[in-house]
């Protein structure tokens, strides 16, 4: 797993935004709970910050150099499917 998680160069934040109750938001929970440590362990340097609020869809949110932002909407994935699209973006330069 670790070598999923070698975030980019060029990455400067990782944000998470999930509702702590919804049904939706039980994989990123999931995903959050079994991988935070390893993303963390791995990336000391690189913000991973964790947004909660009632109602909200899961989303990641990748900041780049320069300004650039990148989003994937998480909605109804499973742990698997979110880390998948995690492990891609985190390795994207924007």
């Not at 990336?43 to 150099?65: C, D, F, L, Q, W």
Request: charged share 30%; aromatic share 10%.
């Amino acid at each position: 797993m670790a070598t999923k998680y070698g975030f980019a160069q060029s990455l400067k934040e990782l944000r998470f935004l999930f509702c702590q109750t919804s049904e939706q938001s039980a994989g990123l929970r999931n995903f959050l709970t079994k991988s935070y440590p390893t993303m963390k362990k791995h990336n000391p340097h690189t913000p991973i910050m964790i947004r909660e609020a009632s109602g909200i869809e899961p989303k990641v949110y990748a900041r780049y150099e320069f300004g650039k932002e990148k989003m994937i909407p998480l909605k109804g994935l499973d742990d698997k499917a979110i880390e998948k699209q995690v492990s891609e973006l985190v390795k994207s330069s924007a």
